[in-house]
């Protein structure tokens, strides 16, 4: 089985940084892995400001930081993924940019190296399909914000392998995470449960059956969920909402899957959520 000590991360946005973070925070070296400067830099920054608020909250001393933050090597330089024995791919939620990123990855990382994706609905079948290591290509999906939800989908592909699994599902424990057995389908369990809701609560807003905020309130006070579901898909992004909603509808077929039109339209208008500073709510 492939003991997993250093493990590169591929994006540091919202998911990749929070990973990062946590594999940083709990022992692992990591390299993460960014094209752009100023993105690699807003992801390091925002790392620094969520370490500092779990010392705040005493959840963590102020050495553990600094070790924390000295395991993180920012870089630019794909190359420097070969000393890695796990990479983590949080790049952008497309099948053609997360495809490339795999058939890259199979050329720099040693053989024995497993590839994993935290992709939140494309298929782990297909993205091991770009690779000569099929046997070690596994979904690894993590949930927003990183440091905080203990879940993690442990994906397996038609061809992973047993001794893949068990290695990622080591992984996850060592981070302090609760990694739960799921196979390939179109959105796991998490996405395929979770979008449907989400969609229909902004059928019921453009329908005019309730107002977002009452409809938020449905689900906080007589369900206790910590975010009504329309606050929660401004956290996860309208955008990211959109996408997996088609590639439910296209994956599996069902009308029932298909967007709501609203959902269309606030992201055609470029309303994303807390990212774009408006999207069922404003956020300054
Ligand atoms: N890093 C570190 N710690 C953080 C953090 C971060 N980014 N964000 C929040 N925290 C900590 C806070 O410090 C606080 O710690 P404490 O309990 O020790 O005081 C705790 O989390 C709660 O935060 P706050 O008190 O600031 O705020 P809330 O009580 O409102 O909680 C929340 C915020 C944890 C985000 C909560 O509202 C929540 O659980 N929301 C639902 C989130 C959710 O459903 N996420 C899944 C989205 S789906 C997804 O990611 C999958 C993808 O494929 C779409």
Redesign the pocket.
Known sequence: MTEIRTVGVIGAGTMGN?IAHVFARSGFPVFLYEVQQAALDRGLETMRK?LA??VA?G?LSAEEQDAALARITGTLDRTQLAACDLAVEAATERFEVKAALFAELDRTLPQEAILASNT?SISITRLAAQTKRPDRVIGM?F???V???TLVEVIRGLQTSQATFDAVHGVALALGKSPVEVHDAAGFV??RV?MPMINEAIFAVMEGVATAEAVDQVFKLGMAH??GPLT?AD??GLD?CLD?MRVLQEGIGDPKYRPCPLLVRMVDAGWLGRKSGRGFYTYS
Request: charged share 15%; glycine share 4%; hydrophobic share 40%.
């Open positions: 929070g969520n608020r779990e909250k959840k939140s999906h949930f927003n914000p440091p905080v939800m998490s996405n979770l910590p975010m929660l956290f996860i990211v997996i």
